[in-house]
């Protein structure tokens, strides 16, 4: 059911997406950080568009914001049929979503590498990274059936072992 997977996973993108949004916008609230249009200036580049001020690529900006997170649904969906699911899977699929972000934002000359970034804002990237994969993840993984037969558990490496 590898069409219903992506599917759903697009859907769990959704999801995803909103609760990161929901986060941001409250988080700016408290600190004031004022928005990003890093997205909507690297989709701006990757469709070979003239460059415009922030405030002339609101369009672009959502249209990425929402589309690399939707899109990317699917892989988390894909991920929770095949059974890498729950929190270790949320994990796995942030490090996907920030992968995605930096390769595009710093191919494109857009963005700069995180280390180059303030702590702060470093810290706020990584916390709204997670909330967008855990929510998708979890939304994923209720929407997706996993594999029919799961892996054969391991015993631990410590547990039972004598020297």
């Given at each position: 059911?590898?069409?219903?997977?992506?599917?759903r996973?697009?859907?769990?993108?959704v999801?995803?997406?909103a609760?990161?949004?929901?986060?941001e916008?409250?988080?700016?609230?408290?600190?004031?950080?004022p928005n990003?249009?890093?997205?909507?200036h690297?989709?701006?580049?990757l469709?070979?568009?003239?460059?415009?001020?922030?405030?002339?690529?609101?369009?672009?900006?959502?249209?990425?914001?929402?589309g690399?997170?939707?899109?990317?649904?699917?892989?988390r969906g894909?991920?929770?049929?095949?059974?890498?699911?729950?929190?270790v899977?949320s994990?796995?699929?942030?490090?996907?979503?920030l992968?995605?972000?930096?390769?595009?934002?710093?191919?494109t000359?857009?963005?700069?590498?995180?280390?180059?970034?303030?702590v702060?804002?470093?810290?706020?990237?990584l916390?709204?990274?997670g909330?967008?994969?855990?929510?998708?993840g979890?939304t994923?993984?209720?929407?997706?059936?996993?594999?029919?037969?799961?892996?054969?558990?391991?015993?631990?490496?410590?547990?039972g072992h004598k020297?």
């Amino acid at each position: 059911m590898t069409s219903s997977a992506i599917l759903r996973g697009l859907a769990a993108g959704v999801v995803g997406v909103a609760a990161m949004t929901a986060a941001e916008k409250l988080e700016q609230v408290f600190t004031k950080r004022p928005n990003s249009y890093v997205p909507g200036h690297t989709l701006e580049r990757l469709l070979g568009l003239p460059h415009k001020p922030d405030e002339e690529r609101l369009g672009l900006n959502w249209a990425m914001h929402w589309g690399q997170g939707i899109l990317l649904g699917a892989v988390r969906g894909l991920m929770a049929e095949r059974g890498v699911r729950g929190p270790v899977g949320s994990f796995m699929f942030m490090n996907l979503r920030l992968l995605n972000d930096q390769t595009l934002e710093n191919a494109t000359g857009v963005g700069a590498p995180p280390w180059t970034w303030p702590v702060d804002e470093q810290v706020l990237d990584l916390v709204h990274k997670g909330i967008y994969a855990f929510a998708t993840g979890a939304t994923a993984d209720r929407l997706i059936a996993g594999p029919a037969r799961l892996p054969v558990w391991r015993k631990g490496w410590t547990i039972g072992h004598k020297a």
